[in-house]
């Protein structure tokens, strides 16, 4: 059954929740943020936001020895390409890689159609995400975002003292962008959107976007994570680099960790109007904590479009697999435009987790309104139909 989103319990989950919390171990869920302290609820779920707690398991699995379909990784790479790149450049990394970054930056200027001034790189698309919430937090504010959302913008600026304001979805999942507009006051610092978004895997439709986009940053800037854009196949959705040729004070951040494949080899960057990159520069820099190999590895990935429509076809393969499958088990799973699907389970997430973990399955479970949900990210379709094997015999 579709969730249908309860906003008057939504201030008082949360703040029951912030009374019960504790420290959790150090424990890893191939997301940014994961080598901090995690708070739980009084229910031992990970607090994740008002709306969003998670499940994890007592014993951290050897996933060395799973189907590790829960941190939206892209099975396919990286790609040949982008392998040879790296052996061929090993012999440099003795060097700093100034030439190299510059020609870099030069390529993805010339991809976003903007001047390279416009370009700040950093090791994945979640470094800048910090940077920038640690520069614009640093003497507080608040941030506005949808809930649930991506959170390590979020939790970073709350850690520098930030308060977050945090918006929930429409019943239809996307960004309920009139009530985020009404959410902004005189504190507020800067409204994050992630489009598509994580963990639900919806989409706000393009032309709602730039509008928004388009007459908020006139108040506020608007950061829009757009890290699953090249897998939003059949979306009515563009990107929002366009309004910085309009001077909008927008930041884009995109990632060679999805469709590139490069998740571990961590390279991203932003687009920004250069006021807003010298505003960063002036505390940090992006672009210092990429290695030469990664960035031979990421100028290599960017030239290897055969690559990337190869990663678009099969992961729309699998997951349309995996939907099908789901609609004949009777789940009602909120339409994906990312490489995860996400969608309510009858069974206690800590449950699943565990019954998937003996079959060596590595998934995510949430409660979202204390609800069960599974989020699994698309492997290849053996790993699919291994997983669809697994899901059939769960009760």
Request: glycine share 8%.
């Amino acid at each position: 059954m579709t969730q249908k989103i309860d906003r008057r319990n939504l201030l008082k989950s949360g703040l029951l929740a912030l009374g019960g919390m504790t420290l959790a171990p150090h424990m890893s869920f191939g997301g940014a943020f994961d080598d901090m302290p995690l708070s739980l609820d009084p229910e031992n779920r990970i607090y994740r936001s008002p709306m969003v707690r998670e499940h994890f398991l007592d014993k951290k699995p050897d996933l060395s020895k799973m189907i590790r379909i829960g941190a939206n990784e892209n099975p396919y790479g990286p790609p040949k390409s982008a392998q040879k790149a790296v052996c061929d450049s090993v012999a440099g990394g003795n060097r700093y890689a100034w030439k190299e970054m510059s020609d870099l930056v030069d390529k993805i200027a010339k991809k976003e159609g903007v001047s390279k001034d416009y370009i700040m790189m950093g090791p994945g698309s979640s470094d800048l995400l910090e940077k920038v919430a640690l520069v614009l937090f640093m003497h507080g504010g608040n941030i506005v975002s949808a809930d649930p959302c991506y959170m390590s913008l979020v939790q970073v600026a709350k850690s520098v003292g930030a308060t977050w304001k945090a918006v929930p979805v429409t019943e239809n999942h996307s960004h309920d962008l009139k009530a985020m507009e009404a959410a902004v006051d005189k504190d507020t610092k800067l409204v994050y959107i992630c489009n598509p978004n994580n963990p639900t895997g919806a989409i706000t439709t393009g032309k709602e976007l730039l509008d928004f986009c388009s007459r908020v940053s006139e108040k506020v800037p608007i950061f829009v994570d757009e890290a699953y854009i090249e897998l939003a196949v059949g979306a009515d959705t563009e990107s929002m680099v366009g309004l910085l040729q309009k001077n909008k004070n927008v930041i884009i951040a995109r990632t060679f960790s999805k469709i590139m494949g490069m998740a571990g080899i961590r390279v991203g960057y932003i687009a920004a109007q250069p006021t807003f990159i010298k505003q960063i520069e002036k505390i940090t820099r992006g672009g210092m904590g990429i290695s030469y190999t990664s960035i031979a590895a990421a100028s290599a990935a960017m030239d290897d479009s055969e690559f990337q429509v190869m990663t678009r076809k099969l992961n729309h393969e699998a997951k349309t697999y995996l939907l099908g499958n789901l609609d004949k088990m009777g789940y009602k799973y909120i339409p994906s435009y990312t490489n995860f699907v996400i969608f309510p389970i009858n069974i206690p997430g800590k449950d699943m987790l565990t019954k998937l973990a003996a079959k060596n399955i590595s998934c995510r479970a949430f409660d979202i309104q204390n609800k069960p949900w599974l989020r699994v990210s698309m492997g290849t379709m053996d790993e699919m139909k291994a997983f669809v094997s697994a899901l059939g015999t769960i009760s």
